[in-house]
């Protein structure tokens, strides 16, 4: 086990779901220092017992002000590069959570409703069947079809030409009435912000996200520091980081991680009714038991979490916080491993 100590005393940074009117929060009632050293020793001990199926993993630890970043295994394999806790990773659907909080600064300075119809900055979807909201796409109730994947490898970085494709297609069902999970709903919303805003979505986030949370290695499509692997296979693909931006394309520490979430509940991205309304889950959608706007609510063995999780070809990345107490965790793997991920998660916030 290669650990590395970053403890660091944080004052002020509220927890995620400490408010007691949140739906679903589950009390705790925290030891001395918060479970931080029980939480570091038992997620060190998973993280050697995993050593062997994972080829590496930057897993983060939270406690109020105390934070610890283990790391284990390999950035990548040929040649050999160790894991570091400071190696940017490719966050995947993660992204999601930011594009919903730039979204959420509109509805906040008046520029966007969540009830508005995306075709009034989106015309692409003009052609769909029924009005999509900006609500229903942060949630994934918007009915929207998938790209195919010739749609994808065709126009996936032209975002304009991507929703266009798309808008061709029938509606999956009614908007508001299910949940389908959509990268392409994240597109339509990421392509209204920079219309909005007349920034490229890069610059979009780097001046609404990642300056303001303090996200020093933070960026849009890369460089990353690893690869990503499936039984010791390189299976990355870096091409996909062009695809789809605002839904998956964030490149970033575990720490800057941190530093969102940490910002986000605190209420130095979003006043506290954006947060509550990104909060406040609107039902179940793909491997998601419980969605809001950009973030989901899972149970772990000692209760409800909120965050994101997200997967690319041989990775899989977690970044969660515990309702009704100050513990969070991020925790990154360079492997199809996503149910290894999911243990260390729970390690960490539950132990």
Same mark, same amino acid.
């Given at each position: 086990?290669? #650990? ?12 995620? @779901? $400490?408010?007691? *009117?949140? %739906? @679903?929060?589950?009390p705790?009632?925290?030891?001395t220092? @918060? ?6 020793? /038992? ?10 199926? =994972? ?15 283990? =790391? ?6 040929r ?21 919903? /909080? ?34 229903q796409?942060? &949630? ?9 994947? #010739?749609?994808?490898?065709r ?10 494709a ?15 999970y959509? +990268? ?6 990421? !392509? ?10 890069? *610059? ?9 949370a ?18 010791? =296979? ?11 931006? %605002?839904a998956? &394309? ?17 209420? +130095?991205?979003?006043?506290?009714? #954006? ?17 809001? !706007?950009? !973030?989901?609510?899972?149970?772990? &063995? $000692? ?13 899989? /990345?977690?970044?969660?916080? !515990? *309702?009704?107490?100050?513990?969070? /965790?991020?925790v ?8 290894? #991920?999911?243990?260390?998660?729970d390690?960490?916030? $539950?132990?």
């Amino acid at each position: 086990m290669r #650990a590395l100590w970053a403890l660091v005393v944080t004052a002020g940074v509220l927890a995620a @779901g $400490c408010s007691s *009117d949140e %739906p @679903g929060a589950t009390p705790h009632t925290p030891e001395t220092d @918060g479970g931080f050293l029980s939480a570091v020793a /038992t997620l060190e001990q998973r993280v050697d017992a995993y050593e062997e199926l =994972t080829t590496g993993v930057i897993a983060l630890v939270r406690a109020g002000g105390q934070v610890q970043v283990l =790391t284990d295994g390999e950035a990548r394999l040929r040649p050999r590069i160790a894991m570091q806790a400071d190696m940017r990773f490719p966050l995947a659907s993660i992204t999601k959570s930011m594009t919903a /909080t730039v979204v959420m600064q509109l509805v906040e300075g008046g520029r966007l409703a969540l009830d508005d119809p995306i075709d009034q900055w989106v015309p692409e979807l003009g052609s769909v069947a029924q009005p999509i909201t900006v609500g229903q796409l942060l &949630s994934h109730r918007s009915g929207l079809p998938h790209a195919t994947d #010739a749609e994808l490898r065709r126009w996936g970085s032209d975002s304009s030409r991507l929703l266009r494709a798309i808008g061709e297609h029938p509606l999956e069902f009614r908007p508001g009435t299910s949940g389908s999970y959509s +990268n392409e709903g994240y597109v339509a919303l990421g !392509l209204a912000a920079e219309r909005i805003l007349d920034a490229s979505y890069g *610059d979009v986030l780097q001046t609404r996200v990642f300056d303001p949370a303090g996200m020093t290695s933070a960026n849009l499509f890369g460089p990353w520091d690893v690869r990503g692997y499936d039984d010791g =296979t390189d299976v990355s693909e870096q091409f996909f980081l062009k695809w789809i931006p %605002p839904a998956g &394309s964030v490149v970033a520490t575990a720490a800057d991680v941190d530093a969102f979430y940490q910002a986000l509940w605190s209420g +130095n991205l979003v006043g506290p009714e #954006a947060l509550r309304q990104m909060r406040t889950t609107r039902g179940n959608v793909g491997e998601f038991s419980d969605y809001g !706007l950009g !973030l989901a609510r899972e149970r772990f &063995s $000692c209760g409800p979490a909120m965050g994101h999780s997200g997967r690319l070809k041989g990775i899989s /990345t977690e970044a969660w916080s !515990l *309702d009704g107490n100050d513990r969070s /965790t991020v925790v990154l793997v360079n492997d199809q491993l996503s149910d290894v #991920a999911r243990i260390l998660v729970d390690a960490a916030l $539950c132990s």
